[in-house]
């Protein structure tokens, strides 16, 4: 990263220029601190976000055998890519997984599945008072419109098709509904982002 940023001297000046910029614009700007509100409706989000990720990953039984079909998970494994094994425990299952081979492994089949599992169920409040407080946040709140932002840009990245595809050759014909569920999750997400953004 230093002789990157500052092994020449005209990329040296150019990065002592962005990083000054940088700092003189933090320095300056009046930073939007959130209202209790958005606060809560944060910890709401979180909470529904987290439960909701947790079911699929964890509670369902369909979903250590679907991932280790769906996606190329144990043949990654067996690269020896890291400086780590793939798994903290050989024999355990997807909580054992680093982080790298499970988002890597669905990268792989352009799910991005870690990414915004869950997510779309914090969004998609039932409540219109929290629909409206979600839009808000995102109009009047810079860090939360990043993040919007953010997850609009992971899901844009998927793509149903290679999903699907990995899906009908690869997966138990009884553990394709979890593939369908998975996707309708991604539908939902991607509609939740479009409500609160309007794009």
């Known amino acids: 990263m230093i002789r990157q940023n500052f092994g020449d001297l005209e990329i040296a000046q150019r990065s002592l220029d962005i990083y000054t910029a940088a700092l003189l614009r933090e320095a300056f700007i ?39 079909q769906a996606t190329p998970e144990l043949e990654l ?31 792989q089949t352009r799910m991005h599945l870690s990414a915004w599992l869950g997510v779309g169920d914090g969004l998609s409040p039932s409540d219109e008072k929290d629909k409206a407080l979600l839009r808000e946040m995102y109009e009047e709140w810079p860090w939360f419109r990043e993040i919007i932002s953010l997850i609009s840009m992971l899901i844009s990245k998927t793509d149903f098709s290679i999903t699907q595809h990995y899906d009908d050759l690869l997966v138990d014909p009884k553990l394709m509904s979890l593939g369908d569920e998975v996707r309708e999750k991604l539908v939902q997400t991607r509609r939740a982002v479009i409500d609160i953004s309007g794009r």
């Open 30 to 68: 009046k930073r939007v601190e959130p209202k209790q509100e958005w606060r809560d409706e944060m910890e709401r989000v979180s909470e529904v976000s987290c439960n909701s990720y947790r079911h699929t990953v964890r509670e369902d039984p369909r979903f250590v055998p679907y991932f280790r």
């Open 77 to 107: 494994g067996k690269l020896n890519i890291g400086s780590r094994p793939a798994k903290r425990n050989p024999k355990g299952g997807v909580e054992s997984l680093r982080a790298i081979p499970w988002t890597f492994a669905w990268a």
